[in-house]
């Protein structure tokens, strides 16, 4: 009996890996495609067409503010730590930060692209990153454009810094908190009771089982952030080009990557919760 | 079975304990002595799990908690100033579900000692066969070792878990109705084991079943609603109780 649930228990978790890897596939290769292609596109245009003179340096920065949400995630897994396995419940600063974290979580990520970029875009139209007053609305002549980033002093750009550190910070901090309260108390005590130390039972008992949720948590965070890159590289590309031209790759890229982040985080999920479902080990 | 003569080795003065505004343990004082297995008997709810998770410490973690008296261990208080991962090591504890680690079931046992500080191969070796045949669990397990212990059965996780609270090498062992969720030929090996360990370690056996207490142990204390009603020789307890409830607990009549 014992036997025989283990046996579909690993035949489960084996087909439900199979299943990823073809989800990861369908979803994957279409985005590695894009990646050649905008490569290829990239090298090509960047002699040629104006607007992606244009849109290198603003690249730039968007890859400036990705490598920031990434940096953002993993201080909000810290944070989490700090909050779930240092302080007490009742501690002010947990008190506070969970309840700022409840509110600013519960906001969808779309909020965030708009704002951010209600401040990428003037009323005018006009992109304000480029020359930050100048766009081809003003001129007219599109080869006066100088490639300009919004030169990362700017207040703009702070404010953008400020925008994803919010999106993602919160959304880190809430799931990452739920990883680490998801390993039952009876295993921690288990370990306590031996006379382990804080660090043993967290490096031991807690990272091992809370591991893959965290890495699921970093994955949708990190895709929410890339969704909203995406947002405003869409709107900046069918702005400045004439339909779904080569730079809308990036786009699909932006928005399918963050597709693929999220439902792989999904499956991280689903694949941890088939492992604790495991009806030989009812306290886990 | 000589309850006098026999040295103290815990001794609990006037412990009372509350969580939040409700207490559950009015006043308690006992004396355990060493190489015994002293068990403690009541009903559900009686605070019998509070007061072994206390002499462990763990209710450290519980919010709310809060408690006042002594306890001793080798006459030294544990108050909150001791350092309760060290005293942790010198009493385990084995709880009513047994909860093996992630990892091999090797890993499990060699877990304990590496929590003592043991870390060179050939000695944990030693340690994880030692402990493992004090269980009377290494026959079944010598070659499975490297295989998770998902494919025991809980009496032989709940074997392993005794084998690793051993492994750390402990002077008081608490059992926190280790039997609650075993069958009855399982229980059986629990018990032969916990009278066979009173050669090397001083037990603490908390159980809501009378007659096991009847079985396993030297002395014995019947808790009710937080007060600790009779404290003496199981034979005592069992054959000429003192107290009024003590009586209608052990023939049966209440609980």
Not at chain 1, 146 to 168: A, D, G, K, N, R
Not at chain 2, 142 to 149: A, V
Request: aromatic fraction near 10%; hydrophobic fraction near 45%.
């Amino acid at each position: 009996m014992n036997a025989m649930m283990t046996c579909a228990l690993r035949k489960q978790k084996l087909v439900s890996q199979r299943s990823t890897f073809i989800i990861l596939g369908i979803v994957g290769i279409p985005i590695w495609n894009v990646l050649q292609e905008t490569s290829a596109a990239d090298t090509e245009a960047a002699s040629a067409a104006m607007p992606l003179n244009m849109l290198s340096p603003l690249l730039d920065d968007l890859y400036t503010l990705l490598s920031i949400s990434f940096v953002a995630i993993l201080f909000g897994i810290a944070w989490a730590f700090y909050l779930e396995e240092w302080l007490p419940q009742t501690h002010w600063v947990r008190r506070f930060i969970e309840s700022v974290v409840a509110i600013l979580g519960g906001i969808p990520s779309i909020f965030y692209g708009i704002l951010a970029t209600g401040v990428f875009f003037s009323d005018a139209g006009t992109l304000k990153t480029i020359g930050v007053v100048r766009g081809p609305q003003d001129t007219g002549d599109m080869s006066a454009l100088e490639p300009l980033s919004f030169q990362q002093e700017t207040p703009v750009f702070y404010i953008l810094v400020l925008t994803f550190i919010l999106m993602v910070m919160p959304l880190t901090i809430k799931t990452a908190q739920a990883a680490l309260r998801s390993v039952a108390t009876p295993i921690r005590e288990a370990a306590y009771a031996l006379g382990a130390s804080h660090w043993q039972v967290l490096k031991k008992q807690v990272i091992p089982i809370a591991l893959t949720r965290i890495l699921a948590t970093g994955c949708r965070a990190m895709s929410s952030a890339l969704a909203t890159v995406a947002l405003i590289f869409g709107i900046y590309t069918w702005q400045y080009t004439n339909g779904p031209g080569e730079m809308s790759n990036r786009f699909v890229l932006f928005l399918g990557s963050a597709l693929f982040l999220s439902i792989f985080s999904s499956v991280l999920i689903k694949l941890d919760a088939s492992a604790s479902a495991d009806p030989t080990h009812p306290t886990r | 079975m000589q309850t006098e003569n026999v040295q103290s080795i815990l001794s609990v003065r006037n412990l009372s304990i509350w969580y939040g505004d409700k207490q559950v343990l009015r006043d308690l004082s006992f004396e355990v002595k060493q190489r015994q297995v002293t068990a403690f008997i009541g009903p559900t709810n009686s605070g019998k799990s509070t007061l072994v998770r206390c002499i462990n410490r763990l209710n450290d973690f519980t919010p709310n908690f809060r408690s006042t008296g002594d306890i001793l261990f080798r006459g030294v208080a544990m108050g909150a100033a001791s350092d309760a991962t060290a005293l942790r090591k010198q009493i385990g504890m084995v709880f009513r579900k047994p909860i093996p680690f992630q990892g091999s079931i090797y890993e499990n046992v060699a877990y304990g000692a590496q929590i003592s500080g043991v870390n060179e191969s050939t000695h944990l070796d030693t340690i994880v066969e030692k402990n493992l045949r004090k269980t009377g669990l290494w026959s079944e397990v010598e070659n499975i070792l490297g295989e998770t212990p998902e494919q025991l059965s809980i009496g032989q996780q709940q074997l392993l878990c005794i084998a690793r609270a051993l492994a750390v090498d402990p002077e008081i062992l608490i059992f926190d109705e280790p039997c609650g969720e075993l069958d009855p030929i399982e229980t059986v090996k629990i018990e032969t084991l916990v009278r066979e360990l009173t050669k090397d370690y001083t037990l603490i056996f908390a159980t809501n079943k009378r007659r096991q207490a009847a079985r396993v142990s030297d002395v014995a204390g019947f808790l009710y609603c937080g007060e600790l009603i009779e404290f003496g020789a199981t034979e005592k307890i069992f054959t000429n109780p003192q107290d009024n409830r003590t009586e209608q607990y052990v023939t049966g009549r209440l609980g």
